[in-house]
């Protein structure tokens, strides 16, 4: 037998020790692999919650006058009626400020429902009317030019409780349409200097103001967009329809009564800002 000679050992003997020294380095197949990295989840918007804010924008009063009958001056007997001149709007367009409180009840990643109320007023909604409607033309020779007397119609403040229905179009825009019961403050008033027929439909001097709370309907439609888990803004178009109510001015004295029915709507255009409690400390991310 042939011993083998001392290079070939030498070789065999390295291949054999690099071998070993490699396999110590390897991981063994049996060894856990480490657990996968955990990702917080982001957050989302959260609709749900109380909130109070503000709103301003412009309101279209329109107060449709409309006289019924009329007493001629100086008499107890129906007088004279002009249909044709019986009608006047006393309404106008005017700057408005309101405050709104509410809730949100967010049903999923897609509906949202809530209950809100708010108060507000123009800056100076009043509107008047040269001469009583109703007294113009034919018997009387009274004409709106040459009428002293005055008609006005003014707009107090006015109030609502409505529901809300929104559809989140992402997650931090928000379609809503509202409805509910609403409530207006108005005074209407004729000024009559008296000397009838000369510039005035009665016959001595009379003035009165009648003020009332009325209540009426209102319906509209909005985008809240959530700017910061705790600030919402808005955009809303508001109609609101009060009905009609009768009036009857200088009562008490048989001659020169005007009575009258006043129908009510207005139009508003708001936007506004509002702060939801329960703010997340984490930052608002949308997903989509």
């Excluded at 004279?80 to 009840?105: E, I, R, W």
């Excluded at 123009?122 to 030019?145: E, K, M, N, V, W």
């Amino acid at each position: 037998m042939t011993m083998p000679t001392r290079p070939a050992a030498f070789v065999a003997t390295l291949g054999l020790s690099l071998s070993g020294a490699l396999a110590a380095d390897l991981p063994s197949r049996f060894e856990p692999l480490p657990p996968p990295p955990v990702f917080a989840p982001e957050p989302v918007a959260e609709w749900s919650g109380f909130y109070i804010g503000g709103s301003a924008g412009v309101q279209s009063t329109d107060h449709k006058w409309t006289t019924q009958s009329l007493q001629m001056p100086g008499t107890t007997a129906a007088g004279f009626f002009n249909s044709a001149s019986a009608q006047a709007n006393l309404g106008s367009a005017s700057f408005k400020a309101a405050g709104h409180v509410g809730y949100n009840f967010q049903i999923d990643q897609t509906f949202v429902v809530g209950l809100e109320a708010d108060i507000g007023g123009p800056s100076y909604d009043s509107h008047r009317f040269q001469g009583i409607p109703g007294t113009f033309g034919g018997a009387t020779l009274l004409t709106q030019t040459t009428s002293n007397d005055l008609t006005r119609g003014v707009f107090l403040w006015d109030a609502s409780i409505r529901g809300r229905v929104g559809l989140l179009a992402t997650p931090t825009a928000l379609f809503y349409a509202t409805g509910g019961v609403a409530f207006a403050s108005t005074r209407y008033g004729i000024n009559c200097p008296g000397a009838f027929p000369a510039g005035s439909w009665c016959s001595t001097g009379q003035s009165q103001f009648q003020t009332s709370t009325r209540t009426g309907w209102t319906i509209g439609a909005g985008v809240d967009a959530m700017l910061h888990p705790s600030w919402i803004a808005r955009a809303e178009y508001r109609y609101s329809d009060y009905g009609s109510q009768t009036r009857t001015f200088f009562s008490p004295t048989a001659a020169d009564t005007v009575t009258t029915r006043i129908a009510l709507r207005t139009h508003a255009f708001m936007l506004g800002l509002s702060y939801k409690f329960g703010e997340r400390p984490a930052p608002l991310i949308a997903k989509y």
